[in-house]
């Protein structure tokens, strides 16, 4: 199913209309960020790790390339090795290419949403891999054709019936929709998988230079299986998941967990450093570690936006976020979704192609306080809508409207005659708060009942004291 | 080698206003988040490192001594009906001869030792396989973390697979190997870990294997362990 950021406004608008996705999305994001208060409540010092996670990122942004080049010494140093991939081309050739070396008919992969971005699994199909979804939500989304609608939990909008249904027909067993039941399916079909495939794809959600370890965070151990039984493995990262040090980890960790799932800590951590050593008793003979830019280099580019890049993906933007809550992640065609998919969606894609998303949200900030970086989510999104203004990329009634409005406020001969003007309409319309129909504005939006008098009429005959 | 390793690297730093390489600054405290101390009671420590695993699901407990293990191990393999029992190679596992051990006391049960070095690609799937099968494994632990009811282990104590592969997971530990929290571990690890000091994989656990992917019902057992069993032997 391929959705396309450009078509935000008809798949919220369908998506909104869908009661059942609605409750679905507005119970699962309830109940996360309940965990989420919960565990954070527990740690005191909370706002100061949020503070010192916010610098360490901004230190390692602001020297990213110095960083990278220490990351890749680490990582040879261990015997893996390195390759730096320009966009999504780039990336998966090398992911085909290490595919056919090894003559792997499958690969086991779990989630990683540097490998959604640039389609890695449809890339390894064309090239002849079977890439195997392993992480039980994304298994599910594979067999359905679907795509993932939350970072954390991507088949959130699937119901158990559909499932099971989903099992049924594709698998040809009994029709169940208890979880467990269909958990244990997937778990013994996948087992197969693991045993035999040669190659193991799992993303990163730190790499620390100084070690060159990666670091996997996970509840189900399918990345734990990915990266310990195949012969060969490759992690694929954004160029943002570097942080400086091994001893950066428990800062980090401490707030993914409890900002995602408000776990103390998730069921399974993995640290890897490099290829299995000689002395150890398994484990893969080769690391590969790409290294993806994809267009991170430019949002570098632009020292506002930079900070986008210090986000740990722990989705709880998602879930505070009141559209989100509402229109789901399907809504916003891309693989990041929320109000840090509005943010990175309109730099990967082009802001052309993803002009709605920055208005996909009411700036009340609940992203900004939320997120465990301290990204101003917000005022990314305000920024923008600032070039989407100075782009002249806003419909063209728009424009009107506000250079109307900006003449109107400037002048107060033309503030007065425009709002008497208006209040004339309104009352001549006999339809107080919906006077006239603004395509795409009107709607889903009400004015406000109109007061008898103007604010400045009734100063007039209020105020205390009369004139002077 | 690949050639965009350089155009990338000029795109950051042509983004950055930076005409070459770039310095990092290493920031004052090394360490993002202080240990916790003060609380360092052994007592204490097991206490909070109990509750907090059973929380997620562990079965945590504390034997006195070697021989009460055992017994436990026995009486566990037999509650369960467990049929094969993998036993790994670390340290703990040897010290309290496990393996002989076990092998006199459930005689119906089919041991698998993890010994010698599984070199070779065909044996080590062989490996897998056999482990697979099993209903019990049992490894060690190389840290404790109370806070979080966590066990860290290494990929130089036991294999990776061991302790993944089977339905349940004993992971044994000593008193001494409780710490506080996740950044204590950190300073025993050294905050910066020269070269070859770190193990290839080192895992952090914190109760059984779950999901909540399909409608976030929580479901034990996803894709490893369904029991994560964690005992600490000896007096505190
Ligand atoms: S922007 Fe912040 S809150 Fe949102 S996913 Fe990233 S780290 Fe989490």
């Excluded at chain 1, 806003?394 to 003007?421: C, H, I, N, V």
Aim: with cysteine.
């Amino acid at each position: 199913m391929n959705r396309s950021p450009s078509q935000f406004k008809i798949l919220a608008s369908e998506n909104v209309a869908d009661q059942r996705l609605r409750n679905t999305f507005q119970s699962a994001t309830g109940h996360a960020l309940g965990q989420r208060a919960q565990s954070v409540q527990l740690v005191p010092e909370w706002e100061d790790l949020r503070e010192r996670a916010h610098r360490i990122k901004e230190e390692t942004v602001e020297h990213l390339d110095f960083y990278l080049e220490k990351l890749e010494a680490s990582v040879i140093r261990r015997g893996g090795r390195v390759f730096w991939a320009r966009d999504a081309s780039e990336a998966s050739n090398y992911v085909v290419n290490l595919c056919r070396r090894l003559q792997a008919p499958t690969v086991v992969k779990s989630k990683s949403m540097a490998a959604e971005e640039i389609g890695l699994a449809d890339a390894l199909e064309s090239g002849g891999v079977e890439p195997v979804e392993t992480d039980l939500g994304e298994f599910i989304i594979q067999v359905a054709g679907e795509t993932p609608s939350h970072i954390i939990a991507p088949a959130l909008h699937m119901t158990r019936q559909q499932i099971g249904k989903l099992f049924h027909e594709k698998f040809g067993i009994p029709y169940t929709d208890v979880p467990a039941e269909l958990c244990a399916f997937a778990r013994q079909r996948l087992r197969r998988e693991f045993l035999s495939a040669r190659l193991g794809i799992s993303g990163v959600n730190f790499a620390a230079a100084d070690t060159g370890t990666i670091v996997i965070v996970e509840n189900e151990g399918n990345a734990r299986l990915c990266t310990s039984l195949p012969r060969v493995h490759l992690a694929i990262m954004g160029l943002e998941k570097v942080i400086p040090r091994f001893a950066d980890l428990p800062l980090f960790l401490k707030l993914l967990a409890r900002s995602s799932t408000g776990q103390r800590q998730t069921s399974y951590v993995s640290m890897i450093s490099g290829p299995r050593r000689e002395q150890e008793w398994d484990g893969p003979e080769e690391f590969h570690l790409i290294l993806l830019d994809n267009g991170r280099s430019d949002i570098l580019a632009d020292p506002r936006m930079r900070r986008s890049l210090y986000c740990i993906r722990c989705g709880a933007c998602l879930n505070t976020c009141p559209i989100y809550q509402r229109v789901g992640g399907h809504s916003y065609g891309s693989v990041y979704s929320g109000p840090i998919g509005s943010v990175l969606t309109p730099l990967f894609q082009g802001l052309e192609v993803a002009k709605d998303l920055p208005y996909a949200s009411s700036l009340c900030g609940s992203c900004s306080n939320i997120c465990p970086v301290k990204i101003d989510l917000h005022h990314q999104l305000l920024w923008l809508r600032e070039k989407l203004v100075s782009r002249r990329a806003t419909p063209w009634q728009e424009r009107l409207a506000m250079s109307l409005f900006a003449a109107g406020m400037k002048d107060p001969t033309l503030y007065r005659m425009g709002s008497a003007l208006l209040r004339l309409l309104l009352k001549v319309s006999g339809r107080g708060n919906r006077p006239f129909a603004v395509p795409g504005w009107s709607p889903t939006r009400d004015f406000p009942a109109l007061a008898e008098t103007s604010f400045k009429q009734w100063w007039e005959d209020n105020r205390p004291g009369g004139e002077g | 080698m690949n050639g965009s390793r350089e155009v990338i690297l000029g795109r950051i730093r042509r983004a950055l206003l930076r005409p070459g390489p770039g310095q990092g600054q290493e920031h004052g405290s090394l360490n993002g988040v202080q240990s916790s101390s003060g609380r360092v009671d052994p007592v204490q420590l097991f206490g909070q490192f109990q509750e907090q695993s059973e929380r997620v699901g562990g079965e945590p407990r504390l034997c006195t001594d070697s021989e009460e293990a055992l017994r436990g191990i026995q009486d566990l393999v037999v509650a369960a009906a467990y049929r094969r029992v993998a036993v790994s190679n670390h340290e703990i596992c040897r010290r309290h001869r496990l393996a002989q051990v076990l092998s006199d006391l459930l005689p119906e049960v089919s041991l698998w030792i993890e010994e010698g070095n599984s070199d070779s690609g065909s044996s080590r799937r062989r490996n897998s396989r056999q482990l697979a099968q099993a209903d019990l494994s049992i490894t060690g632990a190389e840290f404790l973390i109370a806070e979080s009811g966590t066990v860290l282990i290494a990929s130089t104590g036991s294999s990776r697979q061991i302790s993944l592969l089977p339905t349940a997971h004993l992971v044994l530990a000593t008193p001494d190997q409780i710490c506080p929290d996740l950044a204590a571990v950190f300073q025993q690890l050294g905050t910066a870990p020269e070269e070859g000091r770190l193990p290839a994989a080192l895992t952090m656990i914190t109760g059984p294997s779950r999901t909540a992917d399909i409608e976030k019902v929580l479901i034990k057992g996803a894709h490893g362990p369904v029991r994560q069993l964690t005992w600490v032997i000896g007096r505190l």
